[in-house]
């Protein structure tokens, strides 16, 4: 029933972004990638060293990811059954900024604050680790 309803909210209040994250998911089953599962949510590995991102119910991230990535990803998941359409403005596109900001002042040599210092991010953490059931 918690997952009927945890797809059900993604799919109406929450739908943008999984239409994104469907899309994707779409073309790497196309391309042969393997569906996995974490929580409610599914998601996929792809490529290396980049961390990950996350489409509402789906989320993607680098080969190998750890635990505490996909708990990470699977929490912002969470954030768009609370925040729908506000969700991209609100989080995906200000985290993806900051992400390719934070690697642009990386390569030119500058110490970073932490990543979790954000507040999108720390919240993040703290739902995928209030839902994760490992
Ligand atoms: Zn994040």
């Known amino acids: 029933m918690?997952?009927?309803?945890?797809?059900?909210?993604?799919?109406?209040?929450?739908?943008?972004?999984n239409l994104i994250g469907a899309a994707i998911a779409f073309v790497l089953l196309c391309r042969g990638y393997k569906l996995k599962t974490f929580g409610y949510a599914v998601y996929?590995?792809?490529?290396?060293?980049?961390?990950?991102?996350?489409?509402?119910?789906?989320?993607?991230?680098?080969?190998?990811?750890?635990?505490?990535?996909?708990?990470?990803?699977?929490?912002h998941g969470f954030q768009n059954l609370l925040l729908g359409p506000l969700m991209p403005f609100l989080v995906t596109i200000p985290s993806a900024v900051r992400y390719h900001h934070r690697n642009y002042l990386k390569a030119?040599?500058?110490?970073?604050p932490p990543?979790?210092?954000?507040?999108?991010?720390?919240?993040?953490?703290?739902?995928?680790?209030?839902?994760?059931?490992?």
């Open 115 to 134: 990543y979790e210092q954000f507040w999108c991010e720390g919240w993040a953490t703290r739902l995928g680790i209030k839902y994760y059931k490992g």
């Open 2 to 17: 918690r997952k009927f309803l945890y797809w059900f909210i993604q799919l109406t209040w929450g739908l943008p972004l």
């Open 44 to 75: 996929f590995e792809v490529a290396r060293n980049w961390g990950g991102v996350n489409f509402g119910g789906f989320f993607f991230v680098q080969k190998n990811a750890n635990t505490q990535l996909k708990s990470h990803e699977y929490g």
């Open 108 to 112: 030119k040599g500058y110490s970073l």
